[in-house]
Nanobody, 122 residues
Framework: QVQLVESGGGLVQAGGSLRLSCTAS????????MGWYRQAPGRQRELVAV???????NYGDSVKGRFTISRDNAKNTVLLQMNTLKPEDTNVYYC????????????????WGQGTRVTVSS
């Protein structure tokens, strides 16, 4: 199995910055795409940013120009630099990774972290 552990969430004032980190561990053969999503109560989970194994990125419209996603393949880690934070960014942020494992057979699955809370005060 694969575990995703997030860190870096917290409380900041509007206009401030935070940096989220997510590290994958377990019986990893290969990590494909990695990304961040967020979900508010009563709403569907929405894309924040994704990055491919080759470094190509895609951002949700609401964060484009303010957030930057990157990855460190040697550490199985994805980072999200969040600048110019707004109260509307307050949410629980979930790390996501598409991972191929080899426990007798090759299986590619979609894994999720437990979530880290970001609170932006006005």
């Amino acid at each position: 199995q694969v575990q995703l552990v997030e860190s870096g969430g917290g409380l900041v004032q509007a206009g401030g910055s935070l940096r989220l980190s997510c590290t994958a561990s377990g019986s990893i053969f290969r990590i494909n795409d990695m990304g961040w999503y967020r979900q508010a109560p009563g709403r569907q989970r929405e894309l924040v940013a994704v990055i491919t194994s080759g470094g190509n990125t895609n951002y949700g419209d609401s964060v484009k120009g303010r957030f930057t996603i990157s990855r460190d393949n040697a550490k199985n880690t994805v980072l999200l630099q969040m600048n110019t934070l707004k109260p509307e960014d307050t949410n629980v942020y979930y790390c996501n990774a598409i991972v191929t494992t080899n426990s007798g057979s090759m299986i590619t699955s979609n894994y999720w972290g437990q979530g880290t809370r970001v609170t932006v005060s006005s």
